[in-house]
């Protein structure tokens, strides 16, 4: 039933559009009136305005009743009611395991001096090669 109502939905829509397309604008009435040899026309004197007008509302009322059906037919559907119920929640990845680390010491925390003389260690491809205090 959804898909034929919205099948009629769309087809009424172009149809709609169609004709409203088609229909003159309230300028056109001007020019026509000055020897626009209305008389003569499809439609006869009163010309097409009165055609097209009933067409446009017609369609407009099917359009507006296909809409109320697929609003109502749409709300009461047996099945998820958005779409993030219909597509499965990705899996959580689980906590990552951090290995037991032993506690700190709980005295004062003393910090730690190289000896006056002792030798800094050096990263290898460092630029700075000399220790402080040396001469280049």
């Known amino acids: ?50 055609f097209l007008s009933r067409v446009t509302a017609v369609l407009a009322t099917i359009f507006f009743a296909t809409s109320l059906g697929l609003a109502y037919l749409s709300a009461h559907r047996a099945g998820p ?23 700190a010491p709980q005295g004062p925390a003393q910090p730690t001096q190289a000896p006056a003389g002792a030798p800094l260690p050096t990263i290898p491809g460092s630029p700075v090669t000399t220790q402080p205090g040396s001469q280049k």
């Open 81 to 103: 009611a958005s779409v993030t119920e219909i597509v499965p929640a990705a899996p959580r990845a689980a906590a990552p395991v951090v290995p037991n680390v032993p506690a």
């Open 1 to 50: 039933m959804t898909d034929f109502l919205l099948i009629v939905q769309v087809l009424v829509a172009v149809a709609l559009i169609a004709v409203v397309l088609i229909q003159h604008g309230k300028g056109a009435d001007m020019g026509a009136s000055f020897g626009g040899g209305s008389s003569q026309t499809l439609f006869g004197a009163r010309g097409s305005a009165t």
